[in-house]
């Protein structure tokens, strides 16, 4: 149980070697769930986009392939991250990818930046998460779109218990949160038991 903790730690902050690991295995595991979130929004040839929580730059890669003339900008609170995405996007890095080191509660980009905003699988870490969908808010263009993708969608203990300071929030109060942030037309899409996108656009 303690090593399954110390590995699953690495999703909130992937560092050190098994936050390597961590990163490749969750660039390969989460490709079903963000593919079909992703197909959730019908992303145009040319946006630019951003991937919050980028971890090891898969959903990067996706973004792009759905985007043949579309930039994607990528943003992760890990070193880990940064580095994996990078080396993974390596041939198309401050070409048609951008990625860098910080955190949602603090975007370093500018007001009606992107047409799209992604969060695949990490909304459960972010502090002050009402603060950080703000964030979003301002970043996006008008009529600019934000789909949260997530597997977890009840607080149960299989996540909490062995993913420290996880918060999982249900597709219904992502939805609200979405809503005091502003967006609007918001829709929750299921598939299965678990997982969800929330698709919110900024009016
Ligand atoms: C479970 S991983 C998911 C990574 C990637 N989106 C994927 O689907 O494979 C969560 C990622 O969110 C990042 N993260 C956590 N808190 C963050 C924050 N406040 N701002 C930006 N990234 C954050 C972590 O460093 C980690 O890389």
């Known amino acids: ?19 390597k690991l961590m990163l490749k295995f ?14 959730c929004v ?4 040319c946006w630019t986009m951003l ?15 759905r985007s043949k003339g579309g930039v994607v900008y990528g943003i992760d609170i890990s070193e880990e991250s ?3 995405a990078c080396s993974l996007n390596a041939s198309l890095l401050d070409k048609r990818v951008f990625i860098r080191q910080g955190s949602a509660e603090q975007l370093p980009y500018d007001d009606r930046q992107f047409d799209l905003v992604t969060a695949v699988e990490t909304i459960y ?15 996006l263009k008008p009529h600019g779109r934000f789909a949260v993708i997530v597997e977890a969608v ?12 996880m918060i999982v929030y249900t597709p ?32």
Request: charge should be neutral.
């Open 1 to 19: 149980m303690e090593l399954m903790k110390k590995l699953f730690t690495n999703c909130a902050c992937p560092a050190g070697r098994l936050g």
């Open 26 to 39: 969750m660039n390969v595991s989460h490709g079903p769930l963000t593919n079909w979130g992703l197909d």
């Open 42 to 45: 019908s992303i145009d040839n």
């Open 51 to 65: 991937d919050i929580g980028c971890g090891g730059g898969a959903t990067i890669q996706r973004l792009l392939k």
């Open 82 to 84: 940064v580095r994996k």
């Open 125 to 139: 870490f972010w502090p002050n998460l009402a603060h950080c969908l703000q964030e979003v808010h301002r970043v």
């Open 154 to 165: 009840e607080n149960d203990s299989v996540w909490t218990n062995v993913v420290e300071g």
């Open 172 to 203: 219904e109060q992502i939805k609200q949160y979405l809503s005091e942030a502003g967006f609007t037309d918001i829709q929750v899409y299921r598939k299965g038991a678990s997982d969800a996108t929330i698709v919110g656009i900024k009016p």
